[in-house]
């Protein structure tokens, strides 16, 4: 199979992180004779500099035409000042908006080697396995109209979603939670807002189709906590845009680092893989950054973009294994300091790399 796989890596670690997916990529079709592109373009930052504009038309020509997109982090501080629709974040929001993936998958698992990682405690934390169903383009993030009129002092935004747009990323995450644990929860607002009763309005029709997976709704308040205090109670969670945004990150404190999580953007032309964590400037260039996000994206590229769930699997099985092994990179080995052995990012994507070579040559011996 061929893949053409446009690599945006962005900003700050965005570069060092994405550069050992790919080099995980290379080595799974060295193994598997697949042949797989990389077209490196520019995103974010580093193409206001060069380019002028966060989301350069030759970036967006080739993503348009790739079979992937893979994208690292986008932002930085000397970029803090700047009006939203000029900063490095517009260049991944036109990006998304583009490609019009509207249901971002993102994981957040234990890994049972990271409990320690946690600030919650081990019992609450071992076995959890939820899969947050993020809306991407709908919205206070996109919606009209909003403006910040300095000099009346007032600013405003839209949350704004279509019957439509609630029933397709609904559509998605039942279909998930079918091949899962059966079970769909609903997050919104809907003691307040109307769009989160029209949310949960059409949620629960869309549940006709899915007789087999149990819906439970939750407002978003409370569900922040019930997270916190069970979050083993949870299989697939869909919300909308914001509340996804902020529910993802607070769940990354289950996995004990932020740097451990990937998502997949799919429904769209094109689908877009990024790891959850963001550029993280103040350790960009250090070779401190954990590459594991980035590299479990890798692994969805494969499954959700070229059907090769027996690879994206040994992707997986190699993290947990060198995680087993007592590898960690400076922010997974917080707390521990017996039997862990500390790398550095590339060294832990060699190391991942070595794991996966052994696997798949175990497995076709
Ligand atoms: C994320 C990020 C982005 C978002 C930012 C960088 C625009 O926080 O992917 O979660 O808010 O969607
Ligand atoms: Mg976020």
Same mark, same amino acid.
């Given at each position: &199979? ?8 962005? $900003? ?72 939203? $629709? ?72 839209? &949350? ?62 409370? !569900?922040? &906590?019930?997270? &916190? ?15 996804? $945004? ?101 060294? !832990? ?17």
């Amino acid at each position: &199979m061929k893949l053409n796989i446009v690599v945006v890596a962005g $900003d700050g670690i965005g570069p060092e992180v994405t550069g050992e997916a790919i080099a995980v990529l290379k080595e799974i079709a060295a193994q598997s004779g697949h042949e797989f592109t990389f077209t490196e373009k520019r995103i974010g930052g580093v193409a206001i500099v060069q380019d002028g504009t966060p989301l350069p038309a030759e970036t967006l020509e080739a993503a348009l035409r790739a079979d992937a997109v893979l994208l690292g982090a986008v932002g930085g501080n000397e970029f803090n000042t700047m009006a939203p $629709d000029k900063r490095p974040e517009a260049g991944l929001l036109a990006i998304r908006a583009a490609l019009g993936g509207f249901a971002n998958l993102r994981p957040a698992f234990a890994f049972r080697e990271l409990t320690v990682n946690s600030p919650l405690r081990p019992e609450i934390v071992e076995g959890v396995d939820i899969l947050f169903v993020r809306e991407l383009l709908g919205g206070l993030y996109f919606g009209k109209p909003r403006a910040w009129d300095k000099a009346k002092g007032e600013a405003w935004n839209t &949350m704004r979603y279509t019957r439509d747009e609630v029933a397709r990323v609904a559509r998605i995450a039942f279909e998930l939670a079918q091949k899962r644990r059966k079970k769909l929860t609903s997050v919104d607002k809907s003691n307040v807002l109307e769009v989160s009763q029209m949310w949960r309005a059409t949620v629960s029709e869309v549940a006709a189709e899915f007789p087999g997976v149990t819906l439970e709704h939750q407002l978003v308040d409370s !569900m922040a &906590m019930h997270i &916190m205090n069970r979050p083993r109670d949870f299989d697939v969670v869909v919300t909308e845009n914001l509340f996804g $945004d902020v529910l993802t990150d607070e769940s990354a404190v289950i996995t004990g680092s932020l740097g451990m999580l990937p998502s997949a953007t799919i429904g769209g032309k094109v689908n877009l893989y990024e790891p959850v964590h963001g550029s993280a400037p103040d350790i960009a260039g250090k070779g401190l950054a954990n590459p594991l996000g980035a590299i479990l994206t890798a692994a969805l590229v494969l499954r959700h973009s070229a059907g090769m769930e027996a690879e994206a699997t040994a992707i997986e099985a190699a993290v947990r294994k060198v995680l087993e092994e007592g590898y960690r990179t400076p922010d997974l080995a917080r707390g521990q300091t017996q039997g862990v052995t500390v790398l550095s990012t590339k060294e !832990m994507g060699a190391k991942v790399r070595e794991t996966i070579a052994k696997q798949l040559l175990a497995a076709s011996s």
